[in-house]
């Protein structure tokens, strides 16, 4: 951890407004300010910025804190990497970090480190791919997908041996030890010891905005199983949250990007000229994705396949690209199972006109509803009918509900009234099962029940509650942590919860060193677990508090932890005896 004075003069001159509103557009409302949450997508705005506390909280998806969590969260960075992002953007003079600062719990590894091993890794999957002996079966592949040694050196792509663990043998000769070669996703492990994850396979790096190696995708030369083999998560990559040859297609989509299935649907695309084609990475798209390309353009044109796993992909991917404020189109390719044989066949210009001719999110289902059914036999067409109508009572605008009723009812030869009577039908429906969900899931939030971040919650809600106020108060003014230590007014068993436990005695080791501070959980828990803190603190601070309060708190938080472990079962007594005697 970084001295305090410095975390201290860094969140100083990163004030959180100015930060954030380069990300969201934010409107006043009163002392705060509100937006539309960039984590979550969401009509309505409920992410609010508090100037006061220098940090935020969404209401909708529960994301909160400073601004050091708010990089590590929007651009998916460790707390070593944010702070340093964010000392460039402010100035600020780094001291030298210590060499286990910085790293991620769940990995151990750096993603500065992940970031190196990926630019060396790509730099030798591609002398593999030209090595005159080693690499002839991926040229061959290239060669025989059409592709030209321009546009392989454009993508970067490369081959990974087949036998050996020659990957791993280079990455280690380069300074990185075996454990954190695996941790990166280049090496496996097994009884006989560590072992080269990408073999046999062509390579296509994948690289984010910023211009760095991030992932990697393999590709079989055969039909073994799986066909694809992908980076999974790591520091330095999350596969919900990027997508393949964006870094290029942002330059490119004044008319909107072009979203295919796989890698070389888009570099067959790019090579013909549609720089603006991306593609997920071996997954549906994300609302994360989905967010990122809004920030680049307001259109999205899908092609995927148009077997049934592909339809039902495309209507998620519309879905979500509506929710992210964009219009979602669809691409029907005659005569051909992708974009790259359909190029192969009958070239550019005659996909360009496919892509003129894309089908709008309704005439999409409208076209996929009436091919389930055979709408020459009556009942089968008041199925599709619907079915349709379920469809347009889902629609958020009045106005194109409207406008999807008369054309239903044009496209079945029925009349108008009789759609907007059964669409009115579905709405009031929806409606009802909304308010039946709401009020379960306000029965779940306030009883704890179902709560990821803080399990313990449901067992006593009325001690959760508690907790949650007390630490709240001392997260909104930090001198009542130094009361609650120096008074001995709280300990770590005073807490009910685990979390509660965790993040008292985060303060009280705070008080008893540098003082505590809210940027020092940043970098000991996960982001929602600093989330759920800010939630604490930002609830305190509408609300009168004072010393005699904070004691009055922490004094009925004691005495309801003391009745709720006098009433635990003998089998969690048990419990909790042997995990006091592992601690």
């Known amino acids: 951890m970084l001295p305090r004075s410095i975390i201290d003069d860094l969140i100083a001159r990163c004030d959180i407004e100015t930060l954030i509103s380069s990300y969201v557009t934010l409107k006043r409302t009163g002392t705060n300010q509100k937006g539309l949450c960039p984590f979550h997508s969401e009509r309505t705005p409920s ?40 000392a460039d953007r402010s100035g600020v003079s780094l001291p030298p970090w210590d060499d286990r600062s910085g790293e991620r719990q769940d990995t151990g590894v750096s993603r500065k480190r992940v970031l190196a091993m990926n630019l060396e890794a790509a730099k030798f999957y591609r002398s593999m791919l030209f090595d005159e002996q080693i690499g002839s079966a991926g040229r061959a592949y290239f060669l025989e997908r059409g592709l030209s040694g321009s546009t392989v050196k454009h993508f970067g792509l490369g081959y990974a041996p087949p036998t050996g663990s020659q990957t791993l043998r280079h990455l280690k000769s380069l300074g990185f030890g075996e454990e954190e070669i695996r941790q990166a996703y280049f090496c496996g492990k097994s009884e006989r010891g560590y072992y080269d994850y990408f073999r046999g396979r062509v390579m ?28 999974s998560d790591t520091p330095a990559f999350k596969k919900s949250r990027n997508l393949f040859a964006l870094n290029y297609a942002k330059s490119h989509c004044e008319d909107g990007f072009i979203l295919c299935e796989g890698y070389m649907d888009v570099i067959a695309l790019h090579a013909a000229g549609f720089e603006n ?130 054309k239903t009812a044009e496209s079945f030869a029925v009349g108008r009234e009789s759609i907007l009577h059964d669409v009115e039908a579905a709405i009031r429906q929806n409606r009802r099962e909304a308010e039946k969900k709401r009020k379960g899931e306000l029965f779940r939030v306030t009883s704890g029940i179902g709560d990821r971040v803080n399990p313990d919650y449901a067992k006593r809600p009325k001690a959760a509650r508690l907790e949650e106020d007390v630490l709240g108060m001392i997260f909104f003014k930090p001198e009542y942590a130094e009361l609650a230590v120096r008074e001995g007014i709280l300990t770590p068993d005073d807490f009910f919860t685990d979390l509660g436990k965790r993040l008292y005695a985060c303060v009280e080791n705070g008080v008893k060193t540098d003082g505590f501070y809210m940027p020092m959980l940043s970098e000991n828990f996960t982001q929602d677990e600093v989330s759920r803190a800010y939630r604490m603190q930002n609830q305190r601070t509408e609300l009168p508090d004072s010393p005699e309060i904070f004691r009055t708190y922490a004094a009925e938080l004691r005495s309801e932890v003391k009745t709720a472990a006098s009433s635990l079962s003998l089998e969690e007594l048990v419990a909790q005896k042997r995990n006091q005697n592992k601690g």
């Open 204 to 231: 296509f790096p994948i690289i984010d905005v910023s211009g760095n190696v991030i992932a990697f995708g393999g590709r079989v030369l055969d039909d073994t199983k799986p066909k694809y083999l992908n980076t």
């Open 47 to 86: 992410f609010t910025v508090y100037p006061q506390t220098q940090s935020y909280y969404c209401f909708g998806c529960g994301a909160g804190g400073n601004a050091i969590d708010f990089i590590m969260r929007i651009e998916n960075l460790d707390f070593r990497a944010a702070v340093e992002q964010l």
């Open 277 to 406: 084609a991306i593609a997920t990475l071996g997954t549906a798209i994300t609302s994360e994705q989905a967010r990122l390309l809004k920030k680049y353009a307001d259109k999205v044109m899908i092609s995927y396949d148009s077997d049934e796993a592909g339809q039902k992909a495309a209507n998620r991917a519309i879905s979500l690209l509506e929710e992210a404020g964009m219009e979602a189109r669809v691409i029907r390719i005659p005569d051909a199972k992708d974009p790259d044989e359909y190029i192969k066949k009958f070239g550019a210009e005659k996909f360009r006109q496919v892509l003129s001719g894309s089908q709008s999110k309704f005439d999409y289902m409208l076209h996929n509803t009436k091919g389930k059914y055979n709408l020459e036999i009556p009942e089968e067409k008041i199925k599709a009918v619907k079915e349709t109508c379920r469809y347009i009572a889902g629609v958020y605008s009045r106005v194109e509900r409207e406008i999807y009723i008369t």
